[in-house]
């Protein structure tokens, strides 16, 4: 592992360190919980500055992420390139990288929006970059599924930044992702299951094996179906919801059943890949059945 700084560090390594693939849907989940919560007519400066103080406080969480894991990141394949593990950035300067983020996305949160979505958030920060990052991730073969709450949380967040509120049908989009989770990661973890082996990570197909994974891996997958419809049946949204999560679930579905019955993981990546579409669509057909149906 590199220790020394190189000098090609560029804002480009700053934002591979904010984990940008995690933050677009972050994004969408976000600004759906923002603008189901206000019947697409939010304060614009809360909307701005609510979904740039969320994403910073989680950007900051997630450089710290990058931070503790600079050991693990090195022994694993999918993240040995990542910029503190080859030396681009410093783990001062991380810190420092962090710290800024952190300071503006708490500015922008107070002074816009509300001290319960900062509170929230912090709560978030505090659970993902160092609860989950540094314990919760090395006690359990279920840490994915506890700390997936962290990811989950979006939707609530941007929800209270225009209602000052918790609402129960934010807490049920809270609710999709937190399912949603499992299928999600243990899938990358049946592809990438050597590399957390060569870590030490004791990720479900690590611990339990593959095929018992997979068996959880499909139980969720009709958990979720079934949570996606909760919206659905509470009056939350209409039709148009309802066919496209339905769909939508069946083709997860279909994925998640050819992962099970593949003797060689080949469908773990596609089917990892599809789980991404799968809630950015999902959180998508939120927004037009409300806009249809306002």
């Given at each position: 592992m590199t220790t020394e700084v190189s000098k090609n560090g560029t804002w480009k390594h700053y934002l591979e360190l904010t984990k940008p693939g995690v933050q677009a849907l972050l994004f969408v989940s976000c600004i759906t919980g923002m603008l189901i919560a206000s019947d697409f007519y939010p304060p614009i400066e809360v909307f701005i500055a609510g979904l740039m103080g969320i994403s910073l406080l989680a950007a900051s969480s997630a450089v710290i992420n990058h931070i503790f894991d600079v050991r693990l990141d090195s022994l694993m394949e999918r993240t040995s390139s990542r910029p503190i593990v080859k030396g681009y950035i410093s783990r001062r300067q991380a810190i420092v990288f962090s710290v800024a983020l952190f300071v503006l996305g708490s500015f922008l949160l107070l002074y816009f929006t509300n001290p319960l979505t900062w509170i929230l958030t912090v709560l978030t920060f505090i659970f993902y970059g160092f609860i989950y990052t540094k314990y919760l991730k090395f006690m359990t073969s279920q840490n994915i599924v506890i700390g997936g709450l962290a990811g989950a949380m979006p939707p609530l967040l941007g929800w209270t930044a225009v209602s000052n509120s918790i609402d129960p049908n934010a807490l049920l989009l809270v609710l999709i992702i937190l399912v949603w989770t499992p299928p999600h990661f243990w899938s990358l973890a049946i592809h990438k299951v050597d590399d957390?082996?060569?870590?030490?990570?004791?990720?479900?197909?690590?611990?339990?094996?593959?095929?018992?994974?997979?068996?959880?891996?499909?139980?969720?997958?009709?958990?979720?179906?079934?949570?996606?419809?909760?919206?659905?049946?509470?009056?939350?949204?209409?039709?148009?919801?309802?066919?496209?999560?339905?769909?939508?679930?069946?083709?997860?579905?279909y994925y998640v059943t050819a992962l099970y019955r593949d003797s060689e993981n080949r469908k773990a990546l596609p089917t990892f890949l599809y789980s991404i579409w799968y809630l950015a669509f999902l959180f998508s057909s939120m927004l037009v059945d409300r806009f249809i149906f306002t």
């Open positions: 957390y082996k060569e870590a030490g990570v004791p990720m479900l197909p690590v611990q339990k094996g593959i095929p018992f994974t997979k068996q959880h891996i499909l139980l969720y997958t009709v958990l979720l179906m079934a949570v996606s419809l909760l919206p659905f049946s509470v009056g939350m949204f209409g039709i148009i919801y309802f066919i496209s999560a339905t769909i939508l679930g069946l083709i997860f579905l």
